[in-house]
């Protein structure tokens, strides 16, 4: 006999709570710093600000990985990475993008949909001198997504960059940047009981944003 569960069996209710839109903030941006700071306080998540980001490419085959909320502001979400990558070659083709934070311990997920744009050289420069100096390196030694034929190799390149750059401040690579993602509409949900569960969506319309509860 084997306890092997079935999926089937992988199932629980969401009784948290509920959300209207009466506690919900008319500014989406500040609906998400609320929640944020409640994923933030609440200590259960290694990385709160994780967040998944799909992009598509040429062929309109779309992709997923995580990255990490740097910044938030009125303006929209702000992450790092290898401008070569293969999502800034997708973006490149493509900027539409979807953010997606999963924070399933609080039974609540958003998704973000808007636009990635590329950050200037000085707020770039602003986030890369400010990261550990390992970190540093690491953008340097990596072309991300492409191919390298040992782990051997990777370490070897990482040791000849640090020698390179040894006892020097070390510039930004100039294949290495952020991107702000602007957002068009912002989807809030919380589980509730019974799978009913509370959704609310903003869309901008002409620069306001107006809010919609969305069957679950
Ligand atoms: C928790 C976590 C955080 C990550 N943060 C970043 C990040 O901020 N920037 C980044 O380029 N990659 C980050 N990665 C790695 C990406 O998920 C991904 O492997 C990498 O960016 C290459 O993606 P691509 O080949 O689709 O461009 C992170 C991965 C994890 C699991």
């Not at 709570?17 to 200590?43: C, H, M, R, T, Y």
């Not at 493509?94 to 609080?106: D, E, I, K, Q, T």
């Not at 958003?110 to 100096?133: C, E, M, V, W």
């Not at 602007?182 to 620069?207: C, M, N, S, T, V």
Request: hydrophobic share 35%; no cysteine.
């Amino acid at each position: 006999m084997s306890d092997k569960k079935t999926l089937d069996d992988i199932r629980r209710e969401y009784l948290q709570g509920g959300l209207s839109e009466s506690n919900l903030n008319v500014d989406p941006i500040k609906q998400f710093d609320i929640w944020l700071q409640q994923a933030i306080q609440a200590k259960l998540f290694a990385d709160p600000t994780a967040m998944n980001l799909a992009t598509v490419d040429e062929q309109n085959r779309p992709s997923q990985r995580t990255v990490l909320l740097k910044k938030v502001n009125d303006d929209g979400f702000v992450f790092f990475t290898n401008l070569g990558s293969h999502k800034a070659k997708d973006i490149e083709t493509n900027p539409n993008v979807n953010l997606h934070f999963a924070w399933l311990p609080l039974e609540r997920q958003i998704s973000i949909q808007g636009t990635a744009h590329k950050l200037s050289l000085t707020d770039n420069a602003k986030y890369f001198l400010s990261r550990p100096r390992d970190s540093q390196l690491a953008a340097w030694t990596s072309r991300q997504s492409k191919g390298i034929g040992s782990r051997k190799m990777l370490d070897m390149a990482f040791e000849q960059i640090k020698n390179k750059f040894k006892n020097n401040e070390i510039p930004v690579p100039d294949f290495w940047g952020g991107y702000l993602v602007k957002p068009e509409r912002i989807e809030f949900w919380q589980g509730g009981a019974k799978r009913l569960h509370d959704r609310f969506e903003y869309q901008l319309k002409d620069g306001v944003w107006q809010l919609n509860r969305l069957q679950p």
